[in-house]
């Protein structure tokens, strides 16, 4: 069974940062997509980064990131790892922040929200002015 687990969400000032780390950890597909996504109260989920995993040569390279962020993924000791770092943040990047993944079953940028089968709980990002 995936299981994800995201930190680092929080209360920050606008300017501020945030990094946020989701884990997936035994995989047991050989190749992954993993992503990070927000949804603000009334919004539809919107793609922040996905990046590609393959367990096989421990390689992991990001698809696509939402422009003023950045994000890091690597694998280690058997677990993914995905991190958005999130700079300048204004109180418009106030939103649940989740973390996605699926065995890769095409191009990981070519995935949405809906492709993912498996979702972390979310972590709260609230960014105040």
């Known amino acids: 069974q995936v299981q994800l687990v995201e930190s680092g969400g929080g209360s920050v000032q606008s300017g501020g940062s945030l990094t946020l780390s989701c884990s997936l950890s035994e995989p047991y597909d050989r190749q992954y997509c993993l992503g990070w996504f927000r949804q603000a109260p009334g919004e539809g989920r919107e793609r922040m980064g996905v990046a590609t995993f393959d367990t096989d040569d421990n390689t992991a390279y990001a698809n696509f990131v939402k422009w003023r962020f950045t994000m890091s993924q690597n694998i280690a000791e058997n677990t993914l790892h995905l991190r958005l770092q999130m700079s300048g943040l204004t109180p418009e990047d106030t939103a649940m922040y989740y973390c996605?993944?699926?065995?890769?079953?095409?191009?990981?940028?070519?995935?949405?929200?809906?492709?993912?089968?498996?979702w972390g709980q979310g972590t709260q990002v609230t960014v105040s002015s």
């Open positions: 996605a993944a699926d065995g890769r079953r095409f191009n990981c940028g070519d995935y949405t929200a809906i492709d993912f089968t498996h």
